[in-house]
């Protein structure tokens, strides 16, 4: 049995002696850049982190092997509100928290020196380092950083970075709907939020229908759909409330009312007044003047825009079913004393054209979807969909629409709110577009800040080049690539600093911090310096030394390893591959194009980003309150080698990655009969010629290292596993059984030092090993990656295989139906040489038609025509007997003569083989290409 622990001691001792994964600049080897996004210092690694990490850690090590001089660097981020809230929490004694530091087996005692957050940042740090070297990470530690004032080079960096990004008008102060915690007084960003992420603002406008002295208000995302209006909706089980706002009394949801306080409203409550009362009444209908009947809706939700929503059936599918849900029959309007007869008169209008939905969109879809009634969820939300998609995008406003009549939906819109809101119709309102939970477990909601600094990503050019630098992006997988474009569309000024929390102060204006989304955009190229830059006297590291390293430009500054760290960053510059979970794509590493195509000339632009699915646990997503979050360091006790492999077999591309005892269990036992193998057969002297089973091997190696190697290219890693480990381990078993343990030494050399390359990245620590017992004296780290030739790939020798394979399995069934229990004798007739002739034409001519007259016609070979003829018409009728690859006579006695041992020794008898021609045996003539005939006595 291997003992993983100390195999891996001793390799990460001689590595480090070896200073192997210290990447320095060398103009003669083509670079090769990768990183792992610097992770939050809010706790111990756990096994979500390690498989991200994993697939950048498994292509460093491949492209070290295939001649690239690689530099994999790694930071630790410190930046934000995470920390803040944690050391918080502590502060505060919240159980959950508390519970948090048990579970990462801290002592009370401990615990309480994280209620200050420079405690995290000097403790986690160091553990993440520790866990990385012990998992065997090809890491270069000395440009290993933290972020912060506390890095007082890094904090110069950022606010190099910031005073450029303002020179250049991508930060700007404005007014702006952010998402917000009303607890922390903070804007409330993805990586602060417990639910939620990926939620943002989303602009509704709010529209005022007269009745009485007061107005009642809905809020809707479609504004140009007015000239559709055929009622109001309320919920008469919900409570809404009267307020002043400005001069005017609205009538709305209360929290519609609370949310307004937020976006610079006065807002003074006055009265509550149930949703009942509204019902039967009419309101008119801003800009068009009419008269909209109040009618009852149970799916007007008070927390979603106010509460109350304007009916235009004819394109909003909830509109027209529940419409029909009240003229179905009169129980509803009888419940709330409603004229039934008013009801029935209500008539969808059309409004727009839009292509193949015809005059009604929102009728048709909900036919064509089958949605039965207004509770009918799944199918509304999908029928809204649609009509939008195409209503929105494609459509065109029809004659009822006024002076908008034939104008493109998408630009009637906007000129129709820009005159509702000129004429004091309508006001903007903005609402979450899902629910938000920040991490101190408030709710958050829209906030309108003024005096916030934000990055402005909703900039037109800059979206346009972020555009192009996708373009050329490679990306694994590809199809992540809309993702991208939509979050470059869609992406909205960014609030870029906070009051509180930890990280670097805006140079312009020190009341604020810079927060962590917007504070790693651009470290990668920090990387390429970090370890010269240190011996900088700090008051020499200026704006001056950041232009001229990264940008070329200014005076070259006097300060020490200026060249050093010019040279670095051109030489390593652009990184090559980016790795993260796919929850970055909608905002780092969006952001991180951003800032490269803003600040750096096209040939620094990002080459290639790749994603990765979750990493679950027992097939469950990671959670403490599930009791299966694993840290990295508990699941390296069981050996780094397997954890590592175990990592990487659980899943690749977006699936989910899972972890499971059984697979490591199984891994383990895997890995050490690998290393007895290679102990136990690399040695062996067997027979000096080659046969055909030797020559089938080769085979196999090279079409594996084919196969393992383009999965290795499209970071498939579980598939680069399968057939480079599994399937190459079955191999060698299959062909140890089939030479009777008696391999060809070179043959199987080869094959044992092929297995080793193909397996060192996921398994580097056993692989160093079991190279150095070959009597190696370099390290397999850097050797290099093998190269499949396609000459020894050849179809005919993997077929011999499975022509042996078949040849015992028909044995065995001709046995089994004589019911001769110990045979005397086993022949095989080789089918004679014009059969393969035969089986040859018709294959190929196959290919070109499926008239059987025409075929038979192809394929007679004179002086067995008749047999030709019957054989062909058989074959034809049934293509699936005919043989995957046709070899011939001499090739299928030659491989049957060698497998003779093997035969014998499955079925204990003795075995002759014969070519048909040479016998009299009426059996022989049924011998058939790829299927020798059986005699059995
Ligand atoms: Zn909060």
């Known amino acids: 049995m291997i003992d993983f622990k100390a195999v891996e001691k001793k390799w990460q001792k001689n590595w480090q002696e070896a200073r192997l994964f210290e990447a320095e600049v060398d103009q003669t080897k083509p670079k090769f850049f990768v990183t792992f996004p610097y992770p939050y210092m809010n706790g111990y690694s756990h096994i979500g982190h390690f498989y991200s990490a994993m697939r950048v850690e498994i292509l460093a090590r491949y492209k070290r092997m295939r001649g690239f001089n690689v530099l994999f660097p790694q930071a630790w981020h410190c930046t934000g509100s995470p920390i803040l809230a944690a050391a918080q929490r502590i502060k505060e004694q919240e159980p959950k928290q508390l519970q948090i530091m048990k579970d990462m087996g801290f002592t009370e005692e401990e615990t309480k020196k994280f209620s200050e957050p420079t405690h995290w940042i000097e403790f986690f740090p160091r553990e993440w380092k520790k866990d990385f070297q012990e998992a065997g990470m090809s890491i270069d530690f000395r440009r290993e950083f933290i972020t912060t004032n506390i890095n007082p080079y890094y904090d110069k960096f950022i606010q190099w970075q910031f005073r450029r990004l303002k020179e250049l008008g991508y930060i700007i102060q404005g007014k702006f709907p ?33 009745t009485g002295p007061d107005y009642l208000v809905a809020a809707t995302l479609r504004p140009e759909t007015i000239f559709g209006q055929t009622n109001l909706w309320v919920n008469p089980d919900v409570t809404y409330v009267k307020a002043g706002v400005n001069n005017e009394t609205w009538i709305l949801s209360e929290a519609a009312a609370l949310k307004l306080k937020e976006q610079e409203r006065n807002i003074n409550i006055l009265t509550t007044l149930p949703g009942t009362s509204l019902l039967g009444k009419y309101a008119i209908a801003p800009f068009i003047n009419k008269q909209l009947l109040i009618l009852p809706s149970s799916f007007c939700d008070p927390d979603k825009g106010t509460g109350i929503v304007t009916s235009v059936p004819s394109d909003a599918p909830d509109d027209w079913i529940g419409l029909y849900d009240l003229q179905k029959d009169d129980s509803l309007a ?173 140079p312009w204006d020190a009341k604020w911090l810079i927060e ?134 659980g899943g690749e591309g977006l699936d989910d990655a899972n972890w499971d005892y059984e697979t490591i269990e199984a891994v383990t036992t895997r890995l050490n009969q690998f290393s007895s193998f290679v102990e136990e057969w690399y040695a062996f002297k067997g027979p000096e010629e080659q046969r055909t089973i030797d020559l089938w091997l080769e085979a196999q190696i090279h079409t594996l290292i084919k196969e393992t190697t383009t999965a290795m290219e499209q970071t498939l890693f579980r598939t680069a596993l399968q057939h480079g480990f599994f399937t190459f381990q079955n191999v060698l078993k299959h062909y140890l059984k089939r030479t009777k343990n008696n391999p060809h030494k070179k043959t199987l050399q080869k094959a044992i030092e092929t297995q080793l390359s193909l397996l060192a990245p996921f398994a580097p620590h056993l692989c160093e090993e079991l190279w150095n017992k070959l009597g190696k004296d370099t390290f397999i780290s850097t050797e290099a990656w093998p190269t499949p030739e396609e000459t020894k790939i050849n179809q005919e020798l993997n077929y011999t295989e499975e022509f042996i394979t078949t040849a015992v399995e028909d044995i065995t069934s001709v046995l089994n139906l004589s019911k001769i229990e110990q045979p005397e004798k086993i022949t095989l007739f080789v089918s004679a040489p014009w059969k393969y002739t035969f089986i040859k034409t018709l294959k190929k001519n196959l290919e070109k038609t499926r008239n059987q007259t025409e075929l038979i016609k192809t394929c007679i070979i004179p002086g067995h025509e008749k047999e030709t003829a019957s054989l062909a018409s058989t074959l034809i009728k049934n293509p699936e007997k005919l043989p995957s690859v046709v070899l011939d006579e001499e090739m299928e006695e030659r491989i049957l003569r060698e497998s003779l041992s093997y035969l014998k020794a499955a079925f204990e008898t003795e075995i002759t083989i014969l070519k048909a021609e040479e016998s009299t045996e009426k059996k022989a003539s049924q011998a058939m290409p790829g299927k020798p005939a059986i005699l059995i006595v």
């Open 516 to 649: 962590s989304l917007s504070d790693s955009t651009l470290y990668m190229a920090y990387y390429t310096i970090s370890h010269w830059i240190k011996d900088v006297p700090l008051e020499d590291v200026n704006d001056n030394l950041f232009d001229y390293v990264f940008l070329s430009r200014g005076k070259k500054p006097t300060v020490p390893n200026i060249d050093a760290m010019r040279d670095e960053f051109e030489y390593w510059y652009p990184v090559d591959l980016r790795n993260s979970g796919k929850d970055l794509v909608q905002n780092h590493l969006t952001f991180y194009l951003f800032n490269h195509v803003a600040l750096f000339p096209e040939k620094y632009w990002p080459r290639g980003i790749s994603v990765n699915g979750w990493g679950t646990v027992n097939g469950q997503k990671m959670a403490k309150s599930l009791g299966n979050f694993l840290l990295l360091r508990d699941a390296l006790k069981l050996g780094a080698d397997p954890a590592r492999i175990t990592r990487m077999t």
């Open 334 to 506: 009888k419940k709330y004393t409603l004229d039934y007869k008013e009801i029935l008169e209500l008539k969808p209008v059309p409004i727009i054209t839009s292509q193949d939905l015809g005059e009604l969109p929102a009728e048709h879809v909900c036919k064509i979807l089958g949605v039965r009634n207004q509770h009918d969820r799944e199918k509304l939300e999908e029928a809204k969909h649609i009509v939008y998609k195409k209503g929105y995008y494609l459509g065109i406003m029809n004659n009822h629409c006024g002076k908008y009549a034939n104008m493109p939906v998408e630009r009637a819109r906007d000129l129709i709110i820009q005159e509702l809101t000129s004429q004091g119709h309508a006001e903007t309102f903005y609402d979450l577009t899902g629910r938000v939970i920040c991490r101190c477990l408030t709710a958050g909601t829209v906030k309108i800040v003024t005096d916030q600094w934000f990055i402005d990503y909703g900039n037109h050019h800059w979206k346009k080049q972020a555009h192009e630098a996708l373009k050329r992006l490679t990306l694994y997988p590809e199809k992540v690539r809309q993702q991208f474009e939509h979050t470059i569309d869609w992406l909205k000024p960014w609030a870029c600093t906070r009051e509180e929390g930890t990280g670097t102060r805006l």
């Open 178 to 210: 952010v998402v917000w915690c009303p607890k922390d007084n903070t804007p409330l960003q993805d990586h602060s939020r417990i639910e939620g992420e990926g939620e943002t603002t989303q602009e509704f406008t709010l529209l005022k229908f007269k």
